[in-house]
T-cell receptor, first 110, second 116 residues
Framework: QKEVEQNSGPLSVPEGAIASLNCTYS??????FFWYRQYSGKSPELIMS????GDKEDGRFTAQLNKASQYVSLLIRDSQPSDSATYLC??????????FGKGTMLLVSP | KAGVTQTPRYLIKTRGQQVTLSCSPI?????VSWYQQTPGQGLQFLFE???????NKGNFPGRFSGRQFSNSRSEMNVSTLELGDSALYLC???????????????FGAGSRLTVL
């Protein structure tokens, strides 16, 4: 069973703080990793993709990948109330299937 | 360019009926994936079609089926509906090729199915 694990939350942070979202995966040969954001009642939208070990930054978002530890994280700097959503970690398996975690709910309070 | 279009957006069926959902991918995308989303199980992979061929299949019973047409549009069908089939069904498209970024999924708005 190929699994992607996330803490369901909610993760509550004050406005302006750094939100740290974590994800672990079980299939060691996975090569592609994604973070999607899903607002309540909406469909998931891609925030970040990361393929190599290390950090990848895009605006207020930083994705971090550690393949040896099978760990992916997403940092959101200067969190805003509009960032309140469920964040889904997704892992591309060797058969090209994209497997999702159940998501972490983030709540940013003004 | 136009995004992924799913129809219908909402539908209500009764147990034992069947349902067909439609998905039009982003122009030029040849891969279409279907997911079922429920509060308890999250996003679960149903199947993926690429150039009219089923490339991958998730762990769902045979009541769930799909197909893809030559214009990349896809349909999924659920027969003999059960109460547990109530869910948001999401379609996502990607270019599906071997280039970097080809496997990035763009989701449609979903079809919310309620089975009574």
């Amino acid at each position: 069973q190929k699994e992607v694990e996330q803490n369901s939350g909610p993760l509550s942070v004050p406005e302006g703080a750094i939100a740290s979202l974590n994800c672990t995966y079980s299939d060691r040969v996975s090569q592609s990793f994604f973070w999607y954001r899903q607002y309540s009642g909406k469909s998931p939208e891609l925030i970040m993709s990361i393929y190599s070990n290390g950090d990848k930054e895009d605006g207020r978002f930083t994705a971090q990948l550690n393949k040896a530890s099978q760990y992916v994280s997403l940092l959101i700097r200067d969190s805003q109330p509009s960032d309140s959503a469920t964040y889904l970690c997704a892992v591309r398996l060797p058969d090209s299937t994209l497997t999702f975690g159940k998501g972490t709910m983030l709540l940013v309070s003004p | 360019k136009a995004g992924v279009t799913q129809t219908p957006r909402y539908l209500i069926k009764t147990r034992g009926q069947q349902v067909t959902l439609s998905c039009s991918p982003i122009s030029g995308h040849r891969s279409v994936s279907w997911y079922q989303q429920t509060p308890g199980q999250g996003l679960q992979f149903l199947f993926e079609y690429f150039s009219e061929t089923q490339r991958n299949k998730g762990n769902f019973p045979g009541r769930f089926s799909g197909r893809q047409f030559s214009n990349s549009r896809s349909e999924m069908n659920v027969s003999t509906l059960e109460l547990g089939d109530s869910a948001l069904y999401l379609c996502a498209s990607s270019s599906g090729g071997g280039e970097t970024g080809a496997n990035v999924l763009t989701f449609g708005a979903g079809s919310r199915l309620t089975v009574l």
